[in-house]
């Protein structure tokens, strides 16, 4: 199998994006208050096992966040207004298996202004330019808003495949 992880030489995956309003930084583990409003919030962190109920467990998610970044240069931001700087939510890319994947989740209050969709651009654009040669993304099938994101950034269906919970969706792009 391919080695999605490997760049050209000199590429990497850029520390700092802007786009029109956003401002797309790395974690630093002094967010982790402010992440935790989303991630305790059980509208808005509806992924995995549901919403965090400690701040100790949204610290180590940062925590375990800047470790892929050492370990294989794939980065996750925070996603903050470019306007007041306030966190909206997070998007990036990890280490979903063999080839990296995308995710992304907004609060509950900003949802429906096509954020999620100019941050995973963003970071699906970067992605692609540093080298990387196919980034997926899965989703539930009743996650409509997440599937509508995957659909705008040219993501596409390529199988299903249930797990403990239920069918899971594998999308690619290219």
């Not at 100019?118 to 196919?134: C, F, H, N």
């Not at 997440?146 to 596409?156: N, Q, Y």
Request: hydrophobic residues 35%; positive net charge.
């Amino acid at each position: 199998m391919e080695n999605y992880f490997k760049r050209p030489p000199g590429a990497s995956v850029t520390p700092l994006i802007m786009t029109g309003r956003l401002e797309l930084r790395p974690f630093r583990p002094e967010d982790a208050a402010e992440l935790h409003e989303i991630f305790r919030d059980p509208e808005t962190h509806t992924i995995g096992e549901g919403p965090f109920t400690s701040l100790a467990q949204t610290a180590a998610w940062i925590s375990r966040r800047a470790e892929t970044e050492r370990q294989h240069g794939l980065l996750w931001y925070a996603v903050c207004d470019q306007a007041g700087g306030r966190m909206l939510g997070n998007c990036g890319l990890f280490t979903g298996g063999a080839e990296p994947e995308i995710g992304y989740e907004i609060r509950r209050s900003r949802q429906g202004q096509g954020l999620a969709t100019e941050a995973a651009q963003a970071v699906l654009d970067d992605a692609l330019a540093s080298g990387i040669s196919r980034v997926w993304a899965t989703i539930r099938p009743h996650n409509t808003a997440s599937l509508r994101v995957a659909a705008k950034i040219g993501m596409t269906l390529r199988h299903t495949r249930p797990d403990s919970r239920r069918p899971l969706l594998y999308l690619a792009r290219p």
